[in-house]
């Protein structure tokens, strides 16, 4: 029996893996996990699946015409290479794009190592999720924080009333949040007399567990959290508490939203101005509270403004940074992915703009939706070439049917990627990785949102197959070839040892130092240094009781390491060390959002959803995990089924400006009146995929009706929720 992480998610559920003759016979929680008890949701039981899942790649794969053939990895690189010389040669680095997808954030290899293959690279143009996710996010914590990734996070554990907007923990498992059970938090809460209201436009599985739902209007977070604001002010409710010494622009703050009174915003919102000012009454006077959006508060119009208002309200009332507030975690290591890119210096938006639209990049990216039109638009600079890392773009971007379109014109493609999906069927070469089961893995992002501070190590639980490369070697090496560096006679160990001497000085180590007590190569060499150079670590000797990776190794159920503590104050990276309230660049929007009240209704808009048995296109090729009744349906309301004609069962078409599909009908009152919902991540009815058990359960793809001209323009982030449609019978 192996102990281990689940990888899929931020609950990082502890996993017993019991193998019997080289298979994984059965999988359950791990009731000795320091973490998570031995809590488990269905998707962690099927690493096991996935591991042995026939459609997985084990070799790499080369495509001539409409064929594929297996070759070695010295053909597969010399082919990559082929490749990307010949782009560099005709058109130039800039014609090249890069797509880094979410699996990166839950992979040990691959996401400690993107950043320097991005840098090997020099490629300008990368293309993420964040701006189909978490950019508003992002970027209100670097102007509040000074770090894009330091994200309060709600101490469950001990807080007494918790608001959460646009966030379903029952399916998602938390999001920005790293807690085991949310659903078990919640009736903790409860239990001991605390509240937890949950806003959503539907009633899901987390707002029945709660005490309040309150229906929202898809898009209008930003407003009601607005009138909260104004109503702490109006009603003398402001207390700052231990941060008041430190916090600037509060004046400013109670001025930008005067206008915003909750009678001036409940109709736009769908909420009467008494629950709104109830719900402000209520988290001022809660003896601690976390007001926390997740989500559904960043994929909409006002997204950044939605993330920021959240935080204006946690420091109004004083629950930032204290106890049973929204609190910053102390993770074991020093987070490679977290650290602040050198071009930031310069300004996080604006310093460059598309080519087809002119759009200002923020955060060093477009809008996902101008990865298309830079593919298909001829022109000087137009993208000829892309590279994939565990993403499937032609599913989550916007406007996918051109997207997927745009990706079969490429003259380049190559895609490190374990299954041939939506997106890497249009790849010239597919460079599969690893299983979970066949490397090691150490959480490190996602640790930096954890509700108490802890850390365990899983070792791999199958060997790795002679001669083949981990994926850390895979962009390492492909990120050479994108420099023009010939691939042959590469020194990977060598790019490996300075990348590691660079973080280990940045940490204010000695690489020296860290090179000869950290020996070795790769992830597992990384692990050793960002927890000699965390916060518990030995830092080489200067602390001789603090952790190394080695007796993390020895805590096979892990270590806890505490509650959050409060530590704002050490964490600014801001200039003057202060935070500044109401800066500037988010600030000016809200007349914008202003203006949005007196905007005539949209008739019915879209919002997405997720069920628990699935990860986004992730987890839909595992059978135990898709069987059952279909859940790629439209969710509406009785009130809107009979309006447009629709019934229970028989099929509707959905049409936006972008396009139209045809799903099924599942009318419930779950939904607020005026709004349907559509799962995201299906729509595995492509040809020349092998994916046998997602194309049976194909579904539709959501993001057909994501119009590419939507999007927050503050963060680039696309307008995923709150999409206006029309519903038709069929």
Same mark, same amino acid.
């Given at each position: ?14 996993? &017993? ?12 929680? +791990? ?27 084990? *070799? ?8 594929? %053939?297996?070759?070695?990895?010295? *053909? ?97 498992? /938390? ?5 085991? +059970? ?59 508490? @231990? ?9 400013? =703050? ?19 101005? +008494? ?5 402000? %009454? ?5 003896? !601690? ?11 909409? *119009? ?31 290591? &020093?987070?490679?992915? @977290? ?14 703009? $598309? ?17 298309? *039109? &830079? ?33 079969? /014109? ?24 690893? $299983? ?73 180590? +000695?690489?020296?130092?860290? $090179?000869?007590? !950290? ?33 993390? %190794? ?48 949209? /008739?019915?808009?879209? =919002? ?44 509707? %078409?959905? $049409? ?11 009318? !419930? ?62």
């Amino acid at each position: 029996m192996h102990r281990r992480t689940c990888p899929l998610c931020e609950a990082m559920c502890g996993l &017993e893996v019991h193998v019997d003759d080289g298979q994984v016979v059965l999988i359950r929680g +791990d009731r000795d996990d320091v973490w998570s008890k031995g809590y488990l949701c269905p998707k962690g039981t099927t690493i096991g699946a996935l591991h042995h899942d026939p459609d997985r790649l084990r *070799e790499p794969l080369v495509r001539e015409g409409d064929t594929w %053939r297996e070759v070695t990895w010295h *053909e597969a690189f010399a082919r990559c290479e082929e490749l990307i010389a010949g782009v560099l040669e005709r058109h130039g680095r800039d014609a090249i794009a890069v797509y880094l997808g979410n699996p990166l954030a839950h992979n040990a290899s691959l996401g400690r190592y993107t950043g320097l293959f991005i840098g090997l690279s020099q490629v300008a143009n990368i293309y993420s999720p964040g701006p189909m996710d978490q950019w508003p996010r992002n970027v209100v914590s670097l102007l509040l924080y000074g770090n894009m990734w330091r994200i309060p996070t709600p101490d469950l554990h001990r807080t007494q009333h918790w608001l959460l907007l646009g966030g379903n923990p029952q399916a998602s498992q /938390g999001s920005l949040l790293a807690c085991a +059970d949310v659903l078990g938090q919640i009736d903790a809460i409860r239990a001991r007399g605390g509240k937890v209201v949950v806003v959503d436009p539907r009633r899901t599985g987390t707002a029945d567990r709660a005490d309040e739902w309150v229906p929202i209007r898809p898009g209008t977070d930003a407003a009601l959290l607005a009138a909260m604001v104004q109503t702490l002010f109006a009603e003398d409710l402001t207390d700052l508490g @231990a941060l008041a010494d430190v916090v600037d622009g509060v004046d400013e =703050v109670r001025t930008l939203t005067a206008a915003f009174t909750p009678e001036r915003v409940a109709a736009t919102c769908g909420i009467p101005a +008494d629950t709104i000012r109830r719900m402000a %009454r209520e988290v001022a006077a809660a003896p !601690s509270a976390a007001v926390y959006g997740r989500i559904g508060t960043c994929t909409q *119009e006002f997204g950044t403004l939605a993330s920021w208002l959240l935080d204006v309200v946690n420091v109004l009332t004083g629950n930032l940074d204290r106890p049973g507030g929204m609190m910053f975690a102390t993770p074991l290591v &020093e987070s490679v992915t @977290a650290i602040p890119p050198p071009d930031l210096e310069q300004g996080f938006v604006d310093r460059s703009r $598309s080519r087809v639209r002119g759009i200002p990049e923020v955060l060093g990216q477009y809008p996902l939706s101008c990865l298309a *039109e &830079e593919m298909d638009t001829p022109g000087e600079g137009q993208l000829r070439a892309l590279v994939t890392v565990a993403g499937n773009p032609a599913l989550s971007g916007p406007e996918a049917a051109r997207l997927d379109a745009a990706l079969g /014109g490429l003259e380049a493609m190559i895609s490190v990627d374990n299954y041939l999906n939506e997106t890497t069927r249009h790849a010239h070469v597919v460079l599969p990785g690893l $299983s979970a089961l066949e490397q090691p893995h150490l959480d490190d992002l996602i640790l930096l949102w954890t509700v108490r501070s802890w850390a365990r190590y899983s070792a791999p639980v199958f060997p790795r197959d002679d001669g083949r490369p981990e994926e850390w070697e895979i962009l390492v090496r492909l990120g050479a070839m994108l420099a023009g560096l010939p691939s042959e006679g590469l020194d990977v160990q060598g790019i490996d040892d300075g990348y590691v001497a660079a973080l280990a000085e940045l940490w204010g180590v +000695d690489p020296a130092v860290a $090179s000869s007590g !950290s020996p070795g190569k790769g992830p597992e060499r990384l692990f050793d240094v960002q927890i000699r150079c965390g916060p518990f670590g030995d830092r080489y000797g200067e602390r001789p009781d603090g952790l190394t990776l080695e007796k993390l %190794r020895a805590a096979t159920d892990g270590l806890d390491l505490g509650p959050m503590q409060p530590q704002l104050r050490e964490l600014l990276a801001v200039v003057g060390g202060r935070l500044a309230l109401a800066p500037p660049y988010i600030a000016a929007d809200l007349a914008r959002l202003e203006a949005r009240l007196d905007r005539d209704g949209d /008739g019915l808009v879209l =919002v997405s959803r997720r069920h628990l048995r699935s990860n986004n296109s992730w987890l839909h090729n595992m059978a135990v995990l898709v069987k059952g009744r279909d859940r790629c349906t439209l969710l509406i309301h009785p009130d809107d089924a009979a309006a447009a004609g629709v019934v229970d069962g028989a099929a509707a %078409r959905v $049409s936006s400006t972008a396009g139209s599909i045809v799903v099924p009908v599942e009318v !419930s009152d779950e939904m607020a009146p005026g709004v349907v919902c559509l799962p995201h991540g299906w729509g595995h009815d492509k040809e020349g995929t092998r994916l046998a058990v997602a194309r049976e359960h194909a579904g539709v793809n959501y993001n057909e009706l994501t119009p590419g001209d939507l999007y927050d323009p503050l963060s680039n982030t696309a307008v995923v929720n709150g999409i206006p449609v029309e519903v038709a019978p069929v």
